[in-house]
C-alpha cells in the first residue's frame, strides 16, 4: 500500500481508484476515531465514516490540498457527524446526552503512561461522553484535534463566537466533572507553582 | 478595584489553553487566589489529558474497511454508468438533431425543385 498521501490525493484526482482505496486504508481509522468520539457510538461512527468517505470521493476534485488530506476528512467527518446527530435528534426527540458506550471498542493505550495518566483519561473519555453532542463537537475538534475555531465553526454551521462559547461551557463541565470524580484534586497542590507563573 | 473570581472565572480555561494573556489586575488576583490557581491547574489537566487522546486511536470493526471500500465501489460504478448515459444520451440527442435537419434540408430542397418543375410547366 502507498503511503505518500498527496501523491495518494493527485492520483485519485486524475481517477485512479486504487489510488483512492490507498488513501481510505491510510486514514480511516483516525477518521472512525473522530467519528466515535463525536458520535459516542461505535454503530453511528461507522454510518458516519462511510458517508464521509463517500462524500470526500465525490467532491475529491475540490479538494485544493491547501490542508492535509487527514485534516480535510476530519473536516468531512465532523460534517456526517453534525448531520447524522441531528437527524437523530429530530428523529427520536431525545436529548443525546447519555450516549453510553459499551467496552467493546478498545483503545489503543501508550504502555508508557502511568497509571494515574491512564485513570484520568478513562475519566475524560466517560465525561467526553456524558457531554451533549454539540459541546462535545466543538471540544474534540479544538482541543483534541487542534482544528481553528473558524474551521469548526464551518463545519458545524455555527458562528465562531458561538463555537468559542460552545468550547468554554465544554471546557468548565469536564473540569467541573473530573473534579466531582477527585481525578484532578491530587494534582492541585504541584500546579500551583504552574498557575503562579502564568 | 480588585478583580473578583466570578469576573475571571470565563477566562481561566482559555488562560490554561495559553488562548488569552492576563492583564496585571488578573495575574496579581491570581497570584493570591488559591481557588483560580486550582481551576487553572484543573483546567491544564483536563487539556492534557484531552490532547493526549490525539495520538490515541480506537481499534474499529474488521467489517469497517471493506464497507467502506464497497460503498465506494458502488457509487463509483454508479458514476461510470451515468457518465456512460449520459454520454449515450448525449450521442442519441445529437443524431436526432442531425436526422432531424437532413429531414428540413431534404424537404427544402424537394420543395424548391417542385416549385421549378411547376414553373416550366407553366
Known amino acids: ?198 | 478595584m480588585p478583580v473578583r473570581c466570578e469576573e475571571i472565572a470565563s477566562v481561566l480555561g482559555d488562560a490554561a489553553a495559553g488562548a488569552v494573556p492576563f492583564d496585571a489586575a488578573t495575574r496579581l488576583h491570581i497570584e493570591h487566589c488559591l481557588r483560580c490557581q486550582a481551576e487553572i491547574v484543573q483546567y491544564r489537566r483536563v487539556l492534557r489529558g484531552l490532547r493526549a487522546m490525539r495520538t490515541q486511536v480506537l481499534e474499529p470493526s474488521p467489517a469497517l474497511l471493506p464497507g467502506i471500500l464497497a460503498s465506494i465501489s458502488e457509487a463509483s460504478e454508479r458514476r461510470a454508468l451515468r457518465e456512460l448515459l449520459d454520454g449515450r444520451r448525449a450521442a442519441y440527442v445529437g443524431g436526432l438533431a442531425a436526422a432531424t435537419a437532413a429531414g428540413v434540408g431534404g424537404a427544402i430542397v424537394l420543395a424548391s425543385r417542385s416549385k421549378r418543375a411547376h414553373r416550366l410547366a407553366g
Open chain 1, 1 to 198: 500500500m502507498r503511503h505518500d498521501l498527496a501523491a495518494l490525493v493527485v492520483a485519485a484526482q486524475a481517477g485512479d481508484r486504487a489510488a483512492f482505496d490507498d488513501l481510505v486504508r491510510a486514514t480511516y481509522i483516525d477518521s472512525y476515531t473522530l467519528a466515535y468520539r463525536l458520535t459516542g457510538d461505535e454503530d453511528d461512527a461507522r454510518d458516519v465514516v462511510q458517508e464521509a468517505y463517500l462524500r470526500a470521493y465525490r467532491g475529491l476534485k475540490r479538494f485544493r490540498g491547501d490542508a492535509q488530506f487527514s485534516t480535510w476528512m476530519y473536516r468531512i467527518t465532523a460534517n456526517c457527524a453534525t448531520t447524522f446527530l441531528g437527524k437523530r435528534t429530530k428523529n427520536r426527540h431525545d436529548e443525546l446526552t447519555d450516549d453510553l458506550v459499551g467496552d467493546e471498542v478498545a483503545a489503543t493505550v501508550d504502555p508508557e503512561a502511568s497509571l494515574d495518566a491512564a485513570a484520568t483519561r478513562d475519566r475524560l473519555q466517560q465525561a467526553l461522553r456524558r457531554l451533549p453532542p454539540r459541546l462535545r463537537a466543538v471540544v474534540v475538534l479544538r482541543d483534541v484535534y487542534d482544528l481553528p475555531h473558524e474551521s469548526i465553526a464551518a463545519e458545524l454551521g455555527i458562528t465562531t463566537s458561538a463555537a468559542k462559547v460552545r468550547l468554554h461551557r465544554a471546557r468548565r463541565k469536564l473540569r467541573a466533572d473530573l473534579v466531582s470524580m477527585r481525578v484532578v484534586e491530587d494534582d492541585t497542590d504541584e500546579g500551583m507553582a504552574d498557575a503562579r507563573a502564568v
